[in-house]
């Protein structure tokens, strides 16, 4: 089992930064892939970014694509999304979730995921 906390979502203009951290604990994340997703108030969840077991592969969302960049640090246990450029359209509850694979299928998809943090809020103002 693990848990997931997020942390460090805001109120930004547009154009800042923000970087969202999800803290992990109860087993290494070094055995988990990890990902991003996003739920914008009236919306579906949505894919954000992800990144593989041993982060030597990431993946975006077409939305935040070269704005957007995941990271981890298997000894501080956490897991980073570092948001530049951002934009109104940006805002949203921010959850982070993680499943013990070894594989890269189907990252962007939530189905793939066995545990989820409680989310975190960031709003970018115009």
């Known amino acids: 089992q693990v848990q997931l906390v997020e942390s460090g979502g805001g109120l930004v203009q547009a154009g800042g930064s923000l970087r969202l951290s999800c803290a992990a604990s109860?087993?290494?994340?070094?055995?988990?892939?990890m990902g991003w997703f996003r739920q914008a108030p009236g919306k579906e969840r949505e894919f954000a970014a992800a990144?593989?077991?041993?982060?030597?592969?990431?993946f975006y969302a077409d939305s935040v694509k070269g704005r957007f960049t995941i990271s981890r640090d298997n000894a501080k246990s956490t897991m980073y999304l570092q948001m530049n450029s951002l934009k109104p359209e940006d805002t949203a509850v921010y959850y982070c979730?993680?499943?013990?694979?070894?594989?890269?299928?189907?990252?962007?998809?939530?189905?793939?995921?066995?545990?989820w943090g409680q989310g975190t809020q960031v709003t970018v103002s115009s």
């Open positions: 109860g087993r290494t994340i070094g055995r988990y892939a």
């Open positions: 979730a993680a499943v013990q694979s070894y594989s890269d299928y189907d990252l962007n998809r939530s189905f793939r995921y066995d545990y």
């Open positions: 990144i593989n077991w041993i982060g030597g592969s990431t």
